[in-house]
């Protein structure tokens, strides 16, 4: 019997291929003087002064490895939001807090499940654990909780949902998302992605973290590098059911939470003010950019929050509205593929750059109704 051919170099997982890399807003307009980035949703504020004083001492301390637990941190959190610091587990970004809950709950023949126009990290997440995706139609742009239900099946283990979403900036009132984590089975995990709740300001919606605390199948994940500002520093947690912060710190890795990011979320923890400055300003420029954008004759969805999804009549006029905006230095984040081909996502950014994108497209509409 012949031996089988030995492979000529290591091969990777097969799931590992039907991985499409995930690609960032694009930042640059190549002759262009100045930028106005608004592909990312990042806050126009920056991170409190607080954080940066912090960062700025922990670079004495380089040499140290950070505190493995994040014990300070853990408990700055738990402060803020009332929780046990004993069921926060931090990571960095809660980018990596989602892989580590699917490398912890998923394997081949499992299925993660998602909404139709959900952030793509869940979906190469469980790619990346080997199980199989699927995806719950929406309603209006929105998660539709008899469409999630209908697709959970006995290899369902984990449903993500994102309140509110990116990039469609809708969200589940309290009552809805209830509803979803009583009609769950109790071995399915519910993870909710609640990366922009502080600019969730309605009055229906609610973070999660009453439910986590509660439940012991619901993880609520969180994020620093939105309001916070603190993008560059990957820094997320979660707040989950004693039994899934054993699992989670049994794989990530030990020191996954650098010292500046750990010293710099305390910090911004302790700023209120800068934070409240920031709901305001989105509060304020979030209403005002979707009335006057909708005047010209675009469609603008509901956004809980820091973004706006502009929708025009094809793809093709997307494509041409991204290339107008990017010429005049305002980059914006095409959304195709989360399956809106004619949509770009808006970040709602300072005075200066939301002025200039209104008339930007002011002028764009002008063009448009010549054509």
């Given at each position: 019997?012949t031996?089988?051919?030995?492979?000529?170099?290591?091969?990777?997982?097969p799931?590992?291929?039907?991985?499409?890399?995930?690609?960032?807003?694009?930042?640059?307009?190549?002759?262009?003087?100045?930028?106005?980035?608004?592909?990312?949703?990042?806050?126009?504020?920056?991170?409190?002064?607080?954080?940066?004083?912090?960062?700025?001492?922990?670079?004495?301390?380089?040499?140290?490895?950070?505190?493995?637990?994040?014990n300070?941190?853990?408990?700055?959190?738990?402060?803020k939001?009332?929780?046990?610091?004993?069921?926060?587990?931090?990571?960095s970004?809660?980018?990596?807090?989602?892989?580590?809950?699917?490398?912890?709950?998923?394997?081949?023949?499992?299925?993660?499940?998602?909404?139709?126009?959900?952030?793509?990290?869940?979906?190469?997440?469980?790619?990346?654990?080997?199980?199989?995706p699927?995806?719950?139609p929406?309603?209006?742009?929105?998660?539709?909780?008899?469409?999630?239900?209908?697709?959970?099946?006995?290899?369902?283990?984990?449903?993500?949902?994102?309140?509110?979403?990116?990039?469609?900036?809708?969200?589940?009132?309290?009552?809805?998302?209830?509803?979803l984590?009583?009609?769950?089975?109790?071995?399915?995990?519910?993870?909710?992605?609640?990366?922009?709740?502080?600019?969730?300001?309605?009055?229906?919606?609610?973070?999660?973290?009453?439910?986590?605390?509660?439940?012991?199948?619901?993880v609520?994940?969180?994020?620093?590098?939105?309001?916070?500002?603190?993008?560059?520093?990957?820094l997320?947690?979660?707040?989950?059911?004693g039994?899934?912060c054993?699992?989670?710190?049994?794989?990530?890795?030990?020191?996954?939470?650098?010292?500046?990011?750990?010293?710099?979320?305390?910090?911004s923890?302790?700023?209120?003010?800068?934070?409240a400055?920031?709901?305001?300003?989105?509060?304020?420029?979030?209403?005002?950019?979707?009335?006057?954008?909708?005047?010209?004759?675009?469609?603008?969805?509901?956004?809980a929050?820091?973004f706006?999804?502009?929708?025009?009549?094809?793809?093709?006029?997307?494509?041409?509205?991204?290339?107008?905006?990017?010429?005049?230095?305002?980059?914006?984040?095409?959304?195709?593929?989360?399956?809106?081909?004619?949509?770009?996502?808006?970040?709602?950014?300072?005075?200066?750059?939301?002025e200039?994108?209104?008339?930007?497209?002011?002028?764009?509409s002008?063009?448009?109704?010549?054509?």
């Amino acid at each position: 019997m012949t031996k089988p051919e030995a492979a000529a170099r290591p091969i990777p997982n097969p799931s590992v291929f039907a991985i499409d890399p995930y690609v960032p807003g694009k930042s640059s307009a190549p002759g262009v003087a100045k930028i106005h980035k608004l592909s990312s949703n990042e806050t126009p504020l920056g991170p409190s002064p607080k954080a940066k004083e912090a960062f700025r001492a922990a670079g004495d301390a380089l040499e140290a490895y950070p505190d493995g637990a994040a014990n300070a941190l853990r408990e700055a959190i738990a402060r803020k939001h009332g929780l046990d610091p004993a069921r926060v587990v931090c990571g960095s970004g809660s980018d990596e807090i989602l892989h580590l809950l699917a490398a912890a709950y998923l394997r081949p023949g499992d299925e993660g499940l998602f909404t139709e126009h959900g952030f793509l990290v869940y979906k190469i997440a469980i790619l990346a654990a080997g199980a199989t995706p699927v995806v719950a139609p929406e309603k209006n742009l929105t998660a539709d909780v008899d469409a999630i239900l209908a697709r959970v099946s006995p290899r369902t283990k984990i449903v993500f949902l994102a309140n509110p979403n990116n990039p469609t900036g809708s969200y589940l009132p309290k009552r809805e998302v209830e509803r979803l984590a009583d009609a769950l089975p109790p071995r399915t995990l519910f993870v909710i992605d609640a990366a922009y709740a502080e600019y969730a300001t309605q009055t229906d919606y609610d973070d999660g973290l009453a439910l986590a605390g509660a439940r012991e199948n619901v993880v609520v994940t969180r994020t620093f590098s939105k309001i916070h500002g603190l993008a560059a520093l990957r820094l997320g947690w979660c707040y989950a059911p004693g039994h899934v912060c054993d699992a989670l710190n049994r794989i990530r890795p030990p020191f996954n939470v650098n010292g500046a990011a750990l010293a710099a979320g305390v910090a911004s923890l302790e700023d209120e003010a800068h934070i409240a400055a920031a709901v305001a300003h989105n509060d304020l420029w979030r209403a005002r950019l979707a009335g006057e954008i909708a005047a010209l004759g675009f469609d603008v969805a509901p956004s809980a929050g820091n973004f706006l999804l502009i929708g025009f009549s094809s793809p093709q006029e997307a494509a041409d509205a991204d290339a107008f905006l990017t010429a005049r230095g305002l980059i914006l984040r095409a959304v195709g593929a989360y399956g809106l081909p004619r949509s770009l996502r808006l970040t709602v950014g300072s005075a200066e750059a939301n002025e200039l994108v209104v008339t930007a497209l002011r002028d764009f509409s002008k063009l448009r109704a010549k054509a």
